[in-house]
């Protein structure tokens, strides 16, 4: 198990899935636009909570999409801000 969650590993899984977020609330954008069906919030958070929210907030911002909700303004970096607490926990103080 251990050589599954190798410092490489987890780069390369961070970096996917933060370009995942990004690209999700590129093509959730691109559907409000065409007003075709839209990729539900949840999915939307469960993606910046398992490691996106860089890629999500980028998102956020670069497309200006979601920016009056106030539950993804606050609640993304919030939800970023504690995953990075959590890590920095994990790596260097539980240690």
């Known amino acids: 198990m251990q050589e599954i ?11 996917s899935i933060n370009i995942i977020g990004f ?3 590129w093509l959730d954008k691109r ?3 065409n ?9 939307l958070f469960i993606i910046t909570a398992i490691g996106g929210g860089i890629g999500t907030i980028a ?7 979601k920016t009056k909700k106030l539950n993804f303004v606050i609640g993304l970096p ?3 801000i504690l995953e990075i607490i959590l890590m920095i926990y994990y ?4 240690n």
């Not at 969650?5 to 970096?15: A, E, G, S």
């Not at 007003?35 to 999915?43: A, H, M, V, Y």
């Open 23 to 25: 690209l999700i609330m």
């Open 59 to 65: 998102g956020m911002y670069t497309f200006r999409h």
């Open 91 to 94: 790596l260097f103080i539980n």
């Open 35 to 43: 007003g075709s069906w839209r990729i539900p919030e949840k999915t």
């Open 78 to 80: 919030l939800i970023t």
């Open 5 to 15: 969650f190798t410092m490489r590993n987890i780069i390369i899984y961070l970096i």
């Open 31 to 33: 559907k409000a636009i």
